[in-house]
């Protein structure tokens, strides 16, 4: 196979994986939004209401996150912060993980994250959205709208390696070796 024709082959499929994209959000906010209760999680302040997160939004964009003895969902919450003024503009934004408040507070600081964190340990918040496999914590995001006095999931997705959540899988898949054994460390 030539070069040009290899290249043409690599932008047509680019451009596919971007029409697929688009295609995925759009299927799922047609999906009917799920209404959900008022989930209890706990801050560093004491309990908090799913509610009380919007800050003034319409919408809430919540990550599950596998706390801190996960390097793979800590690169994840690595790359929030440069995100996050532009999330906080568009929806309110928070990571729950099954860690205590003070453990989040501490980590959190040890990686100079800027962005809330609530706890989801003794709530049935994180099975309830399907981000637990038996007793353990999986990661993804899930999206959220309130309407009134009622708050609706609109959206979920799962992440892992490859997701279009962390662009750490896409620039390392670019080197000459791909992404190899390479995987993510708390320490480099």
Request: proline content about 8%; hydrophobic content about 35%; aromatic content about 12%.
């Given at each position: 196979?030539?070069?040009?024709?290899?290249?043409?082959?690599?932008?047509?499929?680019?451009?596919?994986?971007?029409?697929?994209?688009?295609?995925?959000?759009?299927?799922?906010r047609r999906h009917p939004p799920e209404?959900?209760?008022?989930?209890?999680?706990?801050?560093?302040?004491?309990?908090?209401?799913?509610?009380?997160?919007?800050?003034?939004?319409?919408?809430?964009?919540?990550?599950?996150?596998?706390?801190?003895?996960?390097?793979?969902?800590?690169?994840?919450?690595?790359?929030?912060?440069?995100?996050?003024?532009?999330?906080?503009?568009?929806?309110?934004?928070?990571?729950?993980?099954?860690?205590?408040?003070?453990?989040?507070?501490?980590?959190?600081?040890?990686?100079?994250?800027?962005?809330?964190?609530?706890?989801?340990?003794?709530?049935?918040?994180?099975?309830?959205?399907?981000?637990?496999?038996?007793?353990?914590?999986?990661?993804?995001?899930?999206?959220?709208?309130?309407?009134?006095?009622?708050?609706?999931?609109?959206?979920?997705?799962?992440?892992?390696?490859?997701?279009?959540?962390?662009?750490?899988?896409?620039?390392?898949?670019?080197?000459?070796?791909?992404?190899?054994?390479?995987?993510?460390?708390?320490?480099?």
């Open positions: 196979m030539s070069s040009k024709t290899l290249a043409r082959k690599i932008r047509k499929l680019e451009a596919r994986l971007v029409r697929h994209h688009r295609k995925l959000g759009e299927l799922k209404p959900v209760e008022d989930y209890t999680l706990a801050g560093p302040g004491g309990p908090v209401k799913l509610s009380a997160l919007f800050d003034g939004h319409r919408d809430l964009i919540i990550v599950h996150n596998m706390g801190r003895r996960c390097p793979y969902c800590t690169m994840w919450a690595d790359g929030y912060n440069g995100l996050l003024p532009h999330l906080e503009n568009r929806a309110a934004f928070v990571v729950v993980s099954p860690d205590p408040p003070k453990v989040q507070q501490a980590f959190a600081l040890s990686r100079g994250w800027k962005f809330r964190m609530l706890s989801g340990r003794g709530s049935a918040f994180t099975a309830d959205m399907g981000f637990m496999d038996g007793r353990d914590p999986l990661p993804g995001v899930s999206t959220f709208r309130r309407k009134g006095k009622k708050t609706y999931r609109i959206a979920s997705a799962p992440f892992g390696p490859y997701d279009p959540f962390c662009a750490t899988w896409h620039f390392c898949d670019l080197l000459s070796g791909g992404v190899g054994d390479w995987a993510p460390k708390f320490r480099y």
